[in-house]
């Protein structure tokens, strides 16, 4: 069961001069960046790399953006006066993220809710231009974190944002609670049906991890650095 | 979807069992597929098994600990497993969970797995008659 996820639409697939919808940039926008500090020779070089080979006017996908950005840091970095650089990268890194998912819900019910949480953070990863190592560990957190809840305390939540190109995570039920949470979280504790390390991967693999837990329920809130 | 839907097939190779793990499997198909493969081993032994996880998108301690299960069961039927084709994300994220995948041996694609387990290649076209006739092939070509 999945929320609708909120976020901008999606454009329409077709390319005209009308403007982009609200939050989508198109090339053209991230050209007249360029334009600022680069010679155009550079630009057209750049362009002919990485402009694709839509409309200069059409919106780029989260995906598309997500993939391109580096790239166009790059070429910053390269070729950039030295003195510019930093309001340079400044005026790119607030492309990050333009139109992408920020924010999601999955509720977990059944099994293929799990499933279902794991797309979701998949997703949100993708459109964040989240490398594939980073993708991965914000995948397994939550497939553990989402196995709890249907395994221990269904029906519960599994919610992301995405801010400051950081993914967090909360996981939510209104269950019993974790009994011997310190135990686990020291490795004392092995469970009969895992190999008693999903919480603790989940804080291994995560950059800051929180739990509370008592017998009306259990919150674990997780960030995750997006950047790599 | 029920896990029948969606179960795994179970192939048998010159007494071997193999079986490719891919996409997203939910724990019910994870063990749907453990059933499925023993029961194969029991109705004939196999001499080995190969899980192969080259299209596997996520492995977590959940089904690191339904694999290393299954290894160790089919190790008690006398069938020894190898998984085979863990892509670099999941080897890393394993290792930085701390979780172990105990008791299998692993190895980089199927093909060395099957080795491992005791097959070995003979291909057609490598055998003295094909490179005869491809010689001769490339002679006749040379002279036209």
């Given amino acids: 069961m999945t929320d609708r996820p909120r976020g901008p639409t999606q454009p329409p697939d077709r390319a005209g001069s009308e403007p982009a919808p609200v939050g989508l940039p198109r090339w053209q926008d991230l050209e007249a960046v360029l334009g600022r500090y680069l010679s155009p020779i550079i630009v057209q070089g ?19 953006l997500a993939e391109v950005l580096p790239h166009l840091e790059a070429a910053l970095r390269l070729f950039a006066a030295p003195g510019q650089l930093a309001a340079a990268l400044r005026e790119l890194e607030a492309f990050w993220g333009r139109g992408a998912l920020t924010e999601s819900v999955v509720a977990i019910v059944q ?30 957190i939550v497939s553990e974190l989402a196995r709890n809840i249907f395994k221990y ?5 599994v919610e992301f944002t995405v ?19 310190d135990d686990i979280l020291a490795g004392r504790y092995k469970s009969r049906t895992g190999l008693g390390k999903g919480l603790t991967g989940v804080r291994r693999l995560a950059d800051t991890f929180e739990v509370r837990t008592g017998p009306t329920g259990t919150r674990v809130e997780v960030t995750l650095n997006l950047r790599g | 979807m029920s896990a029948r839907e969606t179960m795994i097939p179970v192939l048998r190779l010159w007494d071997r069992v ?5 996409g997203d499997i939910t724990d019910d198909v994870a063990a749907q597929m453990r059933d499925d493969v023993l029961e194969v081993i029991y109705r004939r032994p196999a001499r080995g098994l190969v899980l ?35 892509s670099a994300r999941i080897a890393y994220t394993l290792e930085s969970m701390g979780v172990e995948l105990t008791g299998v041996r692993t190895a980089a694609t199927a093909e060395v797995a099957l080795e491992m387990l ?27």
């Fill in chain 1, 46 to 64: 750049v362009a002919a790399r990485f402009g694709g080979n839509g409309p200069r006017s059409a919106p780029l996908s989260p995906e598309r």
């Fill in chain 1, 111 to 140: 099994e293929r809710d799990v499933g279902e949480a794991r797309a979701c953070a998949r997703l949100l990863c993708e459109q964040a231009g989240a490398n594939d190592f980073v993708a991965q560990r914000a995948v397994t």
């Fill in chain 1, 153 to 157: 305390a269904s029906p519960g939540r």
């Fill in chain 1, 163 to 181: 801010a400051d190109r950081a993914l967090r995570i909360v996981a939510l039920d209104a269950g019993a609670g974790i009994a011997h949470l």
């Fill in chain 2, 18 to 22: 193999l079986v490719t793990l891919q």
């Fill in chain 2, 52 to 86: 192969d996880i080259t299209g596997l998108l996520t492995l977590d301690s959940h089904l690191c600990f339904v694999l290393s299960n299954l290894a160790a069961a089919a190790r008690l039927m006398g069938t020894p497993t190898v998984i085979s084709g863990m």
């Fill in chain 2, 118 to 144: 005791g097959v070995t290649v003979k291909l057609a076209e490598d055998s003295d008659a094909a490179r005869a006739a491809l010689i001769a092939k490339l002679r006749g070509e040379g002279r036209s």
